[in-house]
């Protein structure tokens, strides 16, 4: 156990159960991102997968809104610490997106408008635990939040959730994103507090 | 360790960090406190000082009513112990050694601290690259690091205050916004740009930035909210 903190006391720690070793709670939406937020016009906007074969599917905006969406409720946990719990959002599972793509793939890498990328296993974009999301709170979704849409997969550390998403490939080979390349963790769940490589 | 007050509400922690392993200018830490019940929290905060052997420095201000940043600001003694983790972030780095190209900060507020660790790294390195700082404060009280600034001012670095709510005396800028006039556009060879402060803050410069026609893929941010605390 690490040394006491002299003085130290801390918050009231009577309603932490639902929280993440090492998180805190906040209500606001802090904003975190690497650098400018792209601005992507609806009627150029697309949505691809490319498989490991190279086999390219495409939503435009219209389609996608097209596709039977989901109104998921759920906690986000960001690297930086906070938690917000209870946040409502519209978007296609990706089930739905995935679900007749032909594919061997284990790995997904998410590419995003303005050149963003985070990795991840192909497992956990399905089965109920990822969307294409575009409306957080019964608006559209703000573009410092990721608009018009983002990746939201609510069981890992907010960083997967890539904002602005342009598409996913699907790979045979898993290839470290953007944080994972720069020192963060390769997968990254909260729940065993994976920030950072060799947690 | 040490400490250095620098405006009313901002600290600066000097740490001695037994086999640290060097930082790059920009990067930061992890900050945990554990209370006597086992308990733990932790925040990141900045680096502000240069890679130095075992000595960081680390900038904390004040968030009202915040969990750590009072302990650090007002409750922390010298000679008391901390636990720190890092350096974290590759990203929003500048390395004398392997970057040539001129450079534009523009902080706000406390987004100061990763700025003067660039700042004080060229100094440290010698360089000569062409350094423009555009720093964002409420009020000529709130100005971090004011004399260091002055100081380098004569070693080629080039420093625009920008006060949003009250102007010093004699200010030829009324007091405002920082806006375009403020960062000017890229001209000749274009620098890397590195933006720190409040959400508002970085998201607002860097979209002036890009309408200013800087290469998006060369404006790098750092921000932080209001929860920070």
Not at chain 2, 120 to 149: G, H, M, W
């Amino acid at each position: 156990m690490a040394p006491f903190t002299p003085g130290f006391l801390g918050r009231d720690r009577s309603a932490d159960t639902t929280l993440p070793p090492g998180q805190y709670l906040t209500h606001d939406f802090p904003v975190l991102s690497a650098g400018p937020t792209p601005r992507i016009p609806l009627d150029r906007w697309e949505f691809t997968v490319m498989t490991e074969a190279g086999v390219v599917r495409r939503w435009s905006w219209a389609e996608l809104l097209a596709l039977p969406s989901e109104t998921p409720t759920v906690d986000l946990h960001c690297v930086t610490k906070w938690s917000k719990l209870s946040t409502d959002w519209e978007g296609v599972s990706l089930d739905t997106l995935l679900g007749d793509v032909d594919t061997a793939a284990d790995y997904a890498l998410v590419r995003s408008y303005g050149g963003y990328t985070t990795n991840l296993p192909l497992e956990d974009l399905l089965d109920g635990k990822a969307w294409i999301a575009y409306r957080y709170d019964g608006e559209e979704l703000p573009s410092e939040h990721g608009g018009p849409a983002r990746l939201l997969i609510p069981h890992l550390y907010l960083w997967k959730s890539a904002k602005w998403v342009r598409g996913i490939e699907l790979l045979i080979e898993d290839e470290p994103g953007f944080w994972e390349s720069l020192g963060y963790h390769n997968y990254g769940d909260p729940w065993r507090e994976q920030r950072y490589q060799g947690d | 360790m040490d400490t250095r007050t620098e405006t009313a509400s901002a600290r600066t922690l000097v740490l001695d960090v037994p086999g640290w392993p060097g930082h790059l200018a920009g990067q930061h830490v992890d900050v945990r406190l554990t209370a006597a019940d086992g308990y733990t929290a932790q925040r990141s905060y900045s680096i502000a000082s240069p890679a130095d052997g075992d000595h960081l420095e680390l900038l904390v201000q004040l968030v009202p009513g915040g969990e750590v940043s009072p302990y650090l600001v007002e409750g922390f003694s010298i000679g008391d112990a901390v636990e720190i983790r890092g350096p974290i972030g590759g990203w929003f780095v500048w390395n004398p050694a392997t970057s040539g190209e001129p450079v534009l900060l523009v902080g706000g507020g406390s987004g100061i601290a990763p700025l003067m660790a660039m700042v004080r790294a060229r100094r440290a390195a010698a360089s000569r690259t062409p350094f423009r700082l555009v720093y964002s404060v409420r009020a000529p009280d709130q100005v971090i690091y004011a004399d260091e600034l002055v100081r380098q001012s004569a070693d080629g670095l080039d420093v625009t205050l920008v006060h949003t709510r009250l102007a010093p005396p004699g200010s030829t800028r009324p007091a405002g916004r920082i806006g375009v006039e403020d960062l000017g556009r890229p001209t000749g060879s274009a620098p890397d740009c590195f933006v720190c402060g409040p959400t508002g803050f970085v998201e607002s410069v860097a979209d002036m930035l890009v309408g200013l026609g800087h290469d998006p893929a060369r404006i790098r941010t750092e921000r932080f909210g209001p929860s920070g605390g």
